[in-house]
Each structure stands twice: as C-alpha cells, then as structure tokens.
C-alpha cells in the first residue's frame, strides 16, 4: 500500500472553524493565503515557517493561542496585521521576518508567557515600547 500526500494549498476548508485545540504547523507548503481562517478565535499553537504568504490578515478574529505562535522564515510577510485581535499568547516567536518593523499590530496583546524576536526589523527601542505594555510572565529574547 502507498500514500500520496499533496502539499496543501489552500485553508477555505477552515472557513467555519472557530476554535482549534490542536497545533497547525505549516512549514515550507505552497500555502499563499490563510483565507479560511477569518472565523478562528482560539487555537492551541499555530507554526508558520518557510512560506510565501504576504499577509496575517485572514486571522484578524484570532484572540488567544494557549500554545505557541511561531512565524519563521517568512520572507514574504510585511507586517503583523492580522494579529490586532490576539489578546494572550503562551509562547510568541518571530525569526527571520525581515520586513516586519512594528509590534504596533498587536494593539490588544496584553499578556505573553515567552517571547522571542530575532532577525526582524523591530528595533531594540520598538521592542522596548512593546514590553512597556505587555506582561511578559516568561523569558525575553530579543536580537536584531
């Protein structure tokens, strides 16, 4: 017996999902948009790493991640809007972002347990301003 798994491609599946308990890890997939992800309000840990989608904005209802956020490798992306929802998150990862230069997108955040932001275009003095509002209860990582 042989499998045959196809890269996913697209989420419009997801389109009625409005809590997920479980991890969604999307890593180096054709994946172009998160369109379908507009009604996910929980989630357990989202991974997106190695991917060309430009935008966060299909996760603009998501207001807590109980796990981990992790946005790798993601070229592509130019800001974190989308995000402006996400109230609390257990562990918050950003690396190898490039074009991101604001934290002003996550307005509503105002508790994380970890967070690490490296190789981004956040400087020291955003990131500063950042943790002025947020309560950070874990580790702080942070490297231009």
Known sequence: MSFV???????????????IDGILDFRATPLLSLRGMESVRQI????LQEMRIASL???????????LISLRDLLELASLQ??????????L??????????????????????????RTGI???????????VEVT??????E
Not at 44 to 47: G, T
Not at 57 to 67: I, R
């Open 93 to 118: 990862r950003i690396e190898n972002v490039p074009s991101v230069s604001s934290l002003e997108e996550l307005e509503s955040l105002r508790r994380v347990g970890n967070i690490s932001i490296r």
């Open 57 to 67: 904005a299909p996760l603009e209802a998501l207001m807590t991640a109980s796990g």
């Open 123 to 133: 400087t020291r003095e955003e990131f500063d301003r950042f943790l002025g509002r």
């Open 44 to 47: 357990n840990s989202l991974a």
């Open 5 to 19: 798994f196809r890269p996913i491609t697209t989420v419009d599946f997801m389109s009625e999902v409005q809590r």
């Open 138 to 143: 874990g580790s702080i990582d942070f490297r």
């Open 82 to 91: 989308g995000l402006q929802s996400l109230e609390e998150v257990a562990d």
